[in-house]
């Protein structure tokens, strides 16, 4: 099995699906970094009872991936935290080449911003699919990529998001030529 290596999104954008619908994110391009640029949403009325417009991150380069490779598993490292309130991941969910959401929600069950530090999350694995059946050319869309929820356990939450990075494990496809030995016979 290979790997693409962590690869960085280039592309971040709010987008709005209900009910990621309430608050859209401030500058959610800043995502494509490990940096001190942030994605955020420091809305006063970020309160209980109100989600994230859904931050995705996508166009991850994974270009390295021969066509018709089997995809075995991805493993995804977020990083955020909640500076005012507190708050909690609800999605984190793969985005197909469609821009649809797929597979299993590894925050089906909220996983909170422990701190006000920025801290790393990491979901999924070298032999987790997310269960969604990903192939070769679905992962090397621009489209791909991840989608992260927020919801605010406190009044006047604010969130920042610094960066979703991804790898890719996969198994190329046979070249078609074995080890065999080759006996050429000449007339």
């Known amino acids: 099995m290979a790997d693409t290596g962590v690869k960085y999104c280039q592309t971040g954008a709010s987008v709005s ?12 391009g800043n995502i494509v970094a490990d940096d001190t640029n ?8 970020f309160d209980v009872g109100t989600y994230s417009y859904l931050l995705r991150g ?4 994974f270009s ?11 493993y995804v490292t977020t ?3 909640y500076v ?5 991941y609800t999605l984190v969910q793969l985005v197909n080449a469609s821009s649809a959401l797929i597979g299993d929600n590894k925050a089906a069950t909220p996983v909170a911003l422990t701190t006000p530090t920025i801290a790393a999350n990491n979901w999924g694995g070298a032999a987790d699919t997310w269960g969604a059946s990903p192939t070769a050319a679905m992962v090397k869309s621009a489209n791909f990529g991840v989608a992260l929820g927020f919801e605010p356990t406190a009044a006047d939450c604010d969130i920042y998001a610094d960066y979703v990075r991804m790898t ?20």
Not at 17 to 28: C, G, K, L
Not at 38 to 44: D, G, M, V
Not at 173 to 181: I, R, T
């Open 168 to 187: 890719v494990y996969y198994t190329a496809p046979a070249s078609g030529f074995s080890n065999d030995v080759c006996v050429v016979f000449e007339s």
């Open 79 to 81: 990083a955020a935290a």
């Open 64 to 74: 390295v991936i021969p066509d018709g490779s089997t995809i075995d598993g991805i």
């Open 84 to 88: 005012n309130g507190a708050g909690s």
């Open 17 to 28: 699906s209900a009910p990621y619908d309430d608050q859209a994110w401030t500058n959610p």
């Open 58 to 61: 996508t166009n991850f380069d």
């Open 38 to 45: 942030y994605a955020q949403i420091t809305n006063p009325n």
